[in-house]
Each structure stands twice: as structure tokens, then as C-alpha cells.
């Protein structure tokens, strides 16, 4: 959380976190297309091998005012190889929330299980109480063939307890969803503590 | 109106999100070592870099790598020549990402040597 006493706005931070080629980028490209241009920033690309890392930012007209500051999200993907260890923890440095995007096909739960214990333990470096911690969960490549039961993913990655969303992020289901509900979680989040 | 410090208590990248993210314009200078550096941002955009004879995106990735080392910065009033307009951000997840595919010790390696 940045707050911009000069701009009178409340910077908001949320990750999209996952394994390589889960759906991250996806996800917030689909979000800035579908984004009125006045109310958004420039998708900022950076290409890093097999990934790549997005970032954008956007006004949040409808949720209203928090503390009279306007909420201004910043919505980032991380790299999801495993040696992109150093970006991971800059762009996850400040963050106010986490979108944890599992890719639902079978042979992806080594991955996907991996990536929430990298994040887990950045966020706990970080000095965030994991338990509290603003983290939505979407299980995301739902329209492809192969995919694990929601419940049997929710089991194995050990998140029952966390609100989570299936998607298809190439056809937009669910992205929305996913992002209100991280959204809100945030500003709730925010609101608790100021 | 200066600020003084140094990079062991706050590191470079979180410096300049600071006077980025307030969209300030400042003129940054540091040294480590023999190596000096500047960095100057506009209204919150970098717009000009150097670091011991790097110029531009450059400078500013060798810069995000220190760990060490002394800055002050001052408040500027009239636009500098500009030789590069980058958001704090992609600069530094492009150092970042560089120091991941490039690894950090290469970096350190070469920046003691040149500092010895």
C-alpha cells in the first residue's frame, strides 16, 4: 500500500502469482483490453524466458473512496520459472494482495504446489501473516480436457479455507470474478487496518 | 532541502519507487566505492542516468544492484536534457530479471573490481 498524499489516491498492489504458463498473463491481459482506456495505464511488458511479466495500472471508480482516497490498483504477473527468484520478491515487495492462478490440468499439481510454497515463503520473509493475508485462489485451464475436480485441487494444494474461483482465462470465464473478489479482499483488508 | 543516506539502510530500488510513485523531480546522486552515479527523474519518470561511464537503462540496472554506498538527493525545478523516459518499474524489473538470468555475482564481481 503506497498512499499519494499529493495525487490523493491509495496505490493498491496485487500479484498474480503461478507456476510458468498457468494463466498469469493471460489473466491480465484480458482484464486491460476489457479496461475503459480512460481509467487504465499502459500494459508494461517485460519478456522473460518461456513467461512473460505484465503490469498495469487502473482507477477502481465503483468501489468508492477508502479513508477519502481514490483506490488505485496495481495489477502485476510474476515470473513463474523457478530461478526467477529475485523478481519474484521485488515484485512482490509491498503487495496488498495475491491472486494464486493453479493450472487445473493433471499433470501440472508438482508445479502448482511448488509455486504456493515459493509464494508462501516470500510472503513469510516479508513479514506477512500468511493466515490474514489477502489470497485468492483460481483454478484456471478449466475448458481443457484433462482437468483435476475442483475439490480434489482445492485437497491438494491445501487451500479449503481459501476463496477460490474457477476460470478459463483465454475465454475470460471467471477472470473478473477472480479479480473483484481480490479487490475486495484488499480494500477490506485495507479498512481493517487504517 | 536535501536527503541524505545510504543504501545499506535503503536500498536503491525502494529510493527511487519512493520518488517515482510521488511523482517528484529529483536529481540522485550516489557513490560506492570510487564508483559515482546520477540519476535524474522527472514528474516521477526517469529521464537520465549515469553510472561510472554507463549512460541510460544501463546505468540504472548496474545502480539497482548496490547494496551499499551513499546518495543524496536534491529537488530540481527545470526539466533536464532527457536522454531516456522509463517508469521506474520496468527498469527495475528489468535489472531484477537480469540479475536472475545473469546472476548477481558477475555483477558484484565487476563492480569490486572496478571499485578497487
Not at chain 1, 54 to 77: A, C, R
Not at chain 1, 90 to 109: C, E, H, K
Not at chain 2, 55 to 78: H, K, M, N, Q
Not at chain 2, 79 to 87: D, F, L, Q, V
Request: charged share 20%; aromatic share 10%; proline share 3%.
Amino acid at each position: 500500500m503506497f498512499i499519494n498524499w499529493a495525487l490523493g489516491e491509495l496505490n493498491l498492489k496485487i500479484v498474480y502469482y503461478g507456476a510458468a504458463l498457468s494463466g498469469k498473463t493471460t489473466n491480465l491481459q484480458y482484464i486491460h483490453a476489457r479496461t475503459p482506456a480512460n481509467l487504465r495505464g499502459r500494459l508494461i511488458s517485460l519478456k522473460t524466458q518461456q513467461d512473460r511479466t505484465l503490469l498495469f495500472d487502473f482507477l477502481q471508480l465503483e468501489m468508492g473512496k477508502v479513508n477519502n482516497l481514490k483506490p488505485k490498483f496495481k495489477l502485476y504477473t510474476v515470473p513463474g520459472q523457478v530461478y526467477y527468484a529475485a523478481s519474484r520478491r521485488l515484485i512482490l515487495q509491498g503487495t496488498d494482495g495475491v491472486v494464486f492462478v493453479a493450472d487445473s490440468q493433471a499433470g501440472r499439481m508438482a508445479e502448482n504446489q511448488e509455486s504456493w510454497y515459493t509464494m508462501e515463503q516470500h510472503l513469510i520473509e516479508l513479514g506477512h501473516d500468511i493466515s490474514t493475508f489477502p489470497i485468492i485462489v483460481q483454478f484456471n485451464k478449466r475448458d481443457l480436457p484433462h482437468v483435476i475436480s475442483a475439490t480434489e485441487l482445492r485437497n491438494q494444494l491445501g487451500v479449503q479455507q481459501r476463496p477460490c474461483f474457477e476460470a478459463s482465462a483465454l475465454r475470460g470465464n471467471g477472470v473478473f470474478d477472480t479479480l473483484k473478489a481480490i479487490m475486495n479482499a484488499v480494500v477490506m483488508q485495507v479498512r481493517r487496518s487504517l | 532541502m536535501y536527503v541524505h543516506g545510504s543504501f545499506s539502510l535503503l536500498s536503491p530500488p525502494t529510493l527511487l519507487q519512493a520518488f517515482c510513485q510521488e511523482q517528484r523531480s529529483v536529481y540522485l546522486a550516489a557513490r560506492r566505492g570510487q564508483i559515482t552515479a546520477a540519476i535524474w527523474i522527472w514528474e516521477g519518470l526517469i529521464v537520465a542516468a549515469t553510472c561510472d561511464g554507463l549512460e541510460g537503462d544501463e546505468a540504472v540496472y548496474r545502480i539497482a544492484s548496490w547494496d551499499s554506498g551513499l546518495f543524496t538527493v536534491a529537488p530540481i525545478y527545470t526539466s533536464p536534457t532527457a536522454t531516456m523516459a522509463a517508469t521506474c518499474e520496468e527498469l527495475l524489473l528489468e535489472a531484477a530479471r537480469r540479475r536472475d538470468e545473469f546472476g548477481l555475482d558477475s555483477y558484484t564481481i565487476s563492480i569490486d573490481a572496478m571499485s578497487a
